[in-house]
């Protein structure tokens, strides 16, 4: 089963951040937070990772709070295109092991 | 670089044939999974496998599933004597070998769509 807890669906007007919530209260001290994205019918898409530090790239920015129990993923100025299932995951990034997703939050852009 | 190449993207099949999916990992990719997507749901695990290796196939079906990823050529996700309940998509990611730096990312293939008629 997967150890994180999203929010179903999600709207966002075009050109405000998007901030998509996660809840992971088991985490442990060796897991990563990643997020991925699936846009309709295609493969998912890796979008960025962390594990105690905020951390950005030209796709988006990752908030982990200090507990480390959640974490915000932050689209900053989101376009159509960002139409997509979103999904939240927890592992240890040397791990030999399988990724668990979960149902992941539907996020509609709307015009 | 390509990236993960899967084929078929498209495979039609009747009941009771086989079919055969395909997937070329990344170069230099040493590690392949197998996902399963049934329409309007999420991404199911169904096998993870390392050049000659099975991993963890906790996920499979008990029968008519089988995956392999062979030393040359790529990994082959076989399910024979379909049935309509097959139907779905099916994903392939890899990732390279665990070393030092890896960054435990998986890079997706677009997927092969089989139908069952």
């Known amino acids: 089963d997967a150890k994180t807890t999203q929010p179903p669906s999600m709207d966002c007007a075009e050109g405000r951040a998007a901030n998509l919530p996660c809840n992971h209260s088991t985490i442990s001290g060796n897991e990563y937070v990643y997020w991925y994205r699936q846009i309709h019918s295609q493969g998912p898409q890796y979008i960025i990772h962390g594990l105690k530090n905020n951390e950005t790239n030209e796709m988006a920015s990752l908030i982990i709070t200090e507990d480390r129990k959640s974490s915000t993923l932050i689209l900053p100025h989101a376009t159509l295109r960002d139409t997509a299932v979103y999904y939240c995951i927890v592992r240890e990034a040397n791990r030999d092991d399988k990724i668990i997703f979960g149902k992941g939050t539907r996020l509609h852009i709307l015009p | 670089n390509a990236g993960v190449m899967q084929n078929p993207r498209h495979l039609v099949r009747r009941r009771g044939q086989e079919a055969r999916l395909r997937c070329s990992p990344m170069?230099?990719?040493?590690?392949v999974y197998w996902y399963r997507q049934l329409p309007e749901e999420g991404l199911k695990f169904m096998v993870y496998?390392?050049?000659?290796?099975?991993?963890?196939e906790s996920g499979m079906p008990k029968e008519r599933f089988s995956a392999e990823f062979p030393k040359e050529g790529p990994s082959i996700l076989r399910i024979q004597q379909v049935v309509r309940g097959d139907s779905a998509a099916y994903f392939c990611a890899s990732s390279p070998p665990r070393q030092r730096g890896f960054t435990g990312e998986l890079f997706f293939g677009e997927g092969s769509r089989l139908t069952v008629l």
């Open positions: 170069k230099g990719h040493s590690h």
């Open positions: 496998l390392q050049k000659e290796n099975i991993i963890d």
